[in-house]
Each structure stands twice: as structure tokens, then as C-alpha cells.
């Protein structure tokens, strides 16, 4: 029985790392509608001096995850994407004929709360790391019964969840909340709100298997 525990943990948490990969790799996090987004020009650049000086180019932010953040041009339906600094500064690129024209750097209004999302990057990216311990060392102890090895996945995949579950409660109430309105959920943040239970669970079925490790170990000790 212990070695079925063993095989599930180990399982359940190599899935709950891939979904958190691909959910931190993507930038569908939030999509957000744009006719509820509020009508203004936010690319400073926004003349078309090649063609007609008096034509205003305007973007809004269409979707972003916690890296990148796309802008959909609202007149030629043309999309830019740019990494979102520090301060939640971004790029945002003219695109015509396929190419870039001009870009500008300016802080998107729509991420109200900045720390609240660099800590949502932060915790994911602490809980990604204790996952690949966790899952990597209770894949191991599915072939070797070692009591320390199935302790170390377990309480890996254990601060894993804490940091995953940390993640996904900042962000949605410290960033979605405020774009509930003029947004929705993206498959991206879906992907993670699935992610931290199933490491959870991993914790759960990975204790019985230590334990079951611990007391193989005491037996082999007094023989």
C-alpha cells in the first residue's frame, strides 16, 4: 500500500509541476474586454506620420500573465507584446505591416496594486522550485525506499502548495478583484488554481508512504 501512496504523490506532483509551468510560461492570466476598458490614448506615440498626421493610434491592454502583457491596437487590430518591468512599466510597440514602427515605456493602469503582483511572481517562482525538489525527490523514492528521501519530497511539495496557494490569493484579490468588472479568469491562472491543490494532495498521500518508509527502515535496523 505504501508503495501505491508513494506512486500517487509522485505522480500527482509531476502534474501539478507541469500546469504550474505552463501557467507561469503563458500570459493568459487575465483576459480583459476591450469595450469596457476606459477609451484613452495610452501610447504617447500616436501619430501616424506616415500616412495621415492626424491619425491616433490607440492601445489597450488585451491579456496579460505575470511576465508579459499584450496590447491590441484598437483601429488596425494589430497586437504588441512586451515584457512588464519592475514597476509594471511595459512596451508598447506601434506594429504595422508586421514590423515595429515606435514604442514606448509606460506603466499599465489596469495593474493597480504593482507589489501585490511582483509578490504573486515571487511566490510562484519559490513554489515552482520546492515542486521540482518535491516531485523530483518523490519520483526517486518511488524506486528506492529511503525514509529521508520520502520526508524531503513530502515536505517540498508540502511548502510547494503554501507557496503556490500564497500566489494564486494575492493575486486574485490584490489584482483580479480590482478587473473583475471589465475582465475575466484566463486559462493561464486556471492552470495554477488547479496546480496548488493537487501538490496538496501530493503532501497528503506522500505522508503515509514516509511513514510506511520510517517503519520499513526501523525493522531493517533491528534485524
Known amino acids: 500500500m505504501s508503495k501505491l501512496f508513494s506512486v500517487l504523490a509522485a505522480f500527482l506532483s509531476f502534474v501539478s509541476l507541469v500546469l504550474v509551468a505552463v501557467s ?20 504617447p506615440l500616436a501619430n501616424d506620420t506616415f500616412s ?8 489597450n491592454l488585451d491579456y496579460f500573465g505575470l511576465w508579459v502583457g499584450c496590447h491590441r491596437e484598437v483601429t488596425f487590430n ?7 518591468g519592475a514597476s509594471c512599466y511595459s512596451d508598447v510597440c506601434w506594429v504595422r505591416n508586421g514590423r515595429q ?3 514606448s515605456n509606460f506603466r499599465l493602469p489596469q495593474i ?3 507589489s501585490a503582483y511582483q509578490a504573486t511572481r515571487a511566490m510562484a517562482i519559490i513554489g515552482t ?6 516531485s523530483s525527490i518523490l519520483v526517486v523514492s518511488v524506486w528506492v525506499s529511503s525514509n529521508s528521501l520520502s520526508i524531503a519530497g513530502t515536505i517540498s511539495t ?8 500564497i500566489a494564486f490569493a494575492v493575486f486574485y484579490d490584490r489584482n483580479f478583484n480590482y478587473l473583475d468588472d471589465i475582465g475575466s479568469i484566463g486559462w493561464s491562472f486556471i492552470l495554477l488554481i488547479v496546480a496548488w491543490p493537487l501538490a496538496f494532495v501530493a503532501f497528503l498521500l506522500g505522508i503515509p508512504a514516509s511513514l510506511q518508509s520510517e517503519k520499513r527502515d526501523e525493522y531493517s535496523q533491528m534485524e
Do not use: H, R
Open 24 to 43: 507561469i510560461a503563458t500570459n493568459y492570466w487575465v483576459k480583459l474586454s476591450p469595450d469596457t476598458q476606459p477609451q484613452s490614448p495610452l501610447n
Open 52 to 59: 495621415d498626421p492626424t491619425l491616433l493610434v490607440q492601445y
Open 101 to 103: 514602427e515606435k514604442c
Open 158 to 165: 508540502l511548502l510547494a502548495s503554501v507557496f503556490l496557494m
Open 112 to 114: 493597480d496594486n504593482c
Open 78 to 84: 494589430k497586437v504588441s507584446c512586451a515584457y512588464i
Open 129 to 134: 522550485i520546492f515542486l521540482v525538489l518535491g
